[in-house]
């Protein structure tokens, strides 16, 4: 039981040695990349205009781009939020309350806090 402590020194040293062989051969890092070219300028005329209405207890958030109605978001006073989406542009709205309309999924309140 007495080698296994001078045994264990030993293979440290083998260790410590190939460790060091190994470091020996080290490569410079590549040089850092340009930075990316400069973003397109900010242009206002891409960002939704967002009016927020209050219609007898619900609230009603209507979604525009360029003056065009695409996306609108009821909030009940007494229920589920749910959207109202035109998808072709065409003037139909379809309404959406989980992400996908073809999927009409259970939304129980269990509980809140």
Same mark, same amino acid.
């Given at each position: 039981?007495? +080698? /296994?402590? $001078? !045994?264990?020194?030993? @293979? =440290?040293?083998?260790? $410590?040695? =190939?460790?060091?062989?190994?470091? #020996?051969?080290?490569?410079? @890092? ?9 973003? =397109?300028?900010?242009?206002? =005329? !891409? *960002?939704?205009?967002?009016? &927020? ?5 619900? #609230?009603? *958030? *209507?979604? +525009? &781009?360029?003056?065009? !109605?695409? +996306? ?21 709205? /379809?309404? *959406? /309350? ?11 309140? &269990?509980?809140?806090?």
């Amino acid at each position: 039981m007495r +080698r /296994t402590p $001078a !045994l264990f020194a030993v @293979l =440290a040293l083998l260790a $410590a040695s =190939a460790v060091a062989q190994t470091q #020996t051969n080290l490569q410079p @890092l590549p040089a850092v990349p340009p930075p990316p070219p400069d973003m =397109a300028p900010f242009d206002a =005329a !891409l *960002e939704p205009q967002v009016t &927020i209405k209050k219609r007898e207890g619900d #609230t009603v *958030e *209507e979604h +525009r &781009i360029n003056g065009k !109605l695409y +996306r609108v978001k009821v909030t009940p006073a007494d229920g589920i939020p749910y959207w109202l989406i035109d998808r072709q542009g065409d003037g139909n709205f /379809t309404q *959406e /309350t989980m992400g996908n309309h073809d999927v009409s999924v259970p939304q129980w309140v &269990i509980g809140t806090f």
